[in-house]
Every structure is written in C-alpha cells, then in structure tokens.
C-alpha cells in the first residue's frame, strides 16, 4: 500500500514506528508491505514500479482466468523498456495508484494477451458474476480492434463455469447446434445440450472434492440415461489436456446421428426441453 493509503489507518508516528519494529518494510518510496504475508508477485511488481494487471489481477477481483496465464504485470510508459513483456491496455494507460489494477484496467490489458477464447471466458465470468454489465464492457473495449470488440457478440452470462464456455465455443466453431443452460426434463438442467439429446456436463476444478455433488450428479445421470439422453461429463483437466480425443468422440456421435432423436422416439417425460433464460444473459 502507499503511504497515503496507509494514512487512512495510521498515523505517520505509527507508520514509522511499524517499520521501525520490522511489521512492514519500505518496498520503494512511498509504497510499504507487510514483513511476512505480502504476496511476493504484488512486492515484485511495486519494486519495479508498476503493479500486478491483466489475467492476475482478474483473477484477484474473482473472475475465472483459465489456466497457465501466468504472473502479469503492467509498467507506467516511463518505466517500459523497448521490447517489454510488461502488460499494457487498450485505450488510455492510467497512472499506477495502487498494487493491483481496477477490474477495466485489467480487462483492458488482458484484451491485448489474451486468445479468442481467453477472452470470451473471462467475459462471461464478468457477466455471469455481474462484476460488470454488458453496457460498461462495450465501453471497455471500445479503444481495441474490431476483431477484439466483436467477441464480445460471443459471450454468454449464464454459463456457470469457465470450462462450460470453453466447450461451448469450441463445438460451435465446428458448426455443431449447442445450447447451454437447458431444461431437458422436469426439474433437471443441463449445461450443454447437443442436438436433441447428447448432454455434455462440464465439471469445475473443485467439483470432484464435493462428494455430495458427485452423489447427486450420478443419480441424474441415470434419470437421463433412462429417458434416453446420452451423458458425457467432462472434468476441467479433460477439457484442459484432452480435447482433441474428446472432441473426436463427439464428432463421432453427431456423425452417427446419435445426437437427434431417432424417428417416433422422443423423451418419455412430457416436459419439453427449454432453455433457460436469466434476466443478465446474453446469447451468443
């Protein structure tokens, strides 16, 4: 934190006298840490001037950043060297004011690093988690490139999780029908409906340490397998390291057919599949 930040809490005999006693320590001019505590990535950071940005501090503000991101950091133009890695955002460049960039901010970095699919993830995190609205991320973007603003067009607030959206934007762009959030039968909804009845469940990093969960989830598999759905339940490590077979065994089914009703059989249970809507989502 700064000193000004600091002085919200304490007074300036009280700063000195917490350095002085070693509880915090001068990082650089002005800028303090805690002796034991202080995250390392945020310390290293304000030493080099700049703080921590883009994909690290997204997922600081609680929004879900896939895997391998690694520690991001955003400079001040001064303090940039030709040939940085440092992040830097779209549009305006504010001045460093504190640790961790504000949630536009980072956005706006993350814009410039990220993949296509980076960031149609992280932005139905945003809005699922309504962090912000779709209206103030149109803003947001507005100083990229065409091709960035327009993946905003392919985000969807109810997907629950970012491995769902993963899937769900890579199965469309091999043409395939998917809808996401669906009502196949009374009382039971889905996060991915291929066709007419290829389930496809996507499993979060923390799901399998929930046992009650995966009680839950097996029976409903078998409510569906005996109606007649096919269920692929998918973990985040799989979405992660095995897409090509998974994709392939997809593939395979909705080549077969196998994801459409066969002629004169339909679901046993009356209720007839039907997405559902949210008052934030937005389809994609």
Do not use: N
């Not at 002085?20 to 034991?36: E, I, M």
């Not at 993963?166 to 996060?191: A, E, F």
């Not at 390291?241 to 196998?258: F, K, N, S, T």
């Amino acid at each position: 934190m700064t000193a000004r930040q600091l002085s919200a809490s304490l007074t300036k005999w009280q700063l000195e006298r917490a350095v002085a006693t070693g509880a915090l320590g001068r990082v650089r001019p002005g800028w303090f840490a805690l002796r034991t505590g202080a995250e390392p990535h945020a310390v290293a950071a304000v030493q080099a001037g700049g703080c921590v940005s883009c994909f690290s501090a997204l997922r600081l503000h609680g929004v879900w950043v896939p895997e391998g991101k690694g520690r991001h950091t955003r400079l001040p133009e001064h303090r940039r060297s030709r040939g940085s890695r440092a992040c830097r955002p779209f549009g305006q460049d504010p001045p460093v004011r504190s640790a961790v960039d504000d949630l536009e901010t980072a956005f706006r970095c993350a814009l410039r690093c990220g993949s296509r699919e980076d960031l149609v993830v992280v932005v139905d995190a945003i809005l699922h988690r309504r962090l912000a609205t779709i209206e103030e991320l149109h803003l947001w973007v507005s100083g990229a490139p065409a091709k960035v603003r327009a993946l905003l067009a392919l985000a969807d607030a109810r997907s629950e999780s970012g491995s769902e959206s993963m899937v769900r934007l890579r199965l469309r762009s091999r043409r395939l029908s998917v809808r996401i959030q669906v009502r196949v039968v009374r009382g039971v909804r889905v996060d991915l409906l291929v066709g007419d009845r290829l389930i496809i469940e996507c499993d979060s990093r923390e799901h399998h340490t929930d046992s009650d969960a995966y009680e839950d989830d097996r029976r409903r598999d078998r409510r569906l397998l005996a109606r007649g759905f096919i269920v692929m339940r998918l973990t985040y490590r799989q979405i992660h390291d095995e897409w090509p077979e998974i994709e392939a065994a997809i593939l395979q089914i909705v080549r077969r057919g196998d994801h459409r009703w066969p002629r004169r059989r339909k679901p046993s249970d009356s209720w007839r599949p039907e997405e559902v809507r949210l008052g934030v989502a937005m389809t994609g």
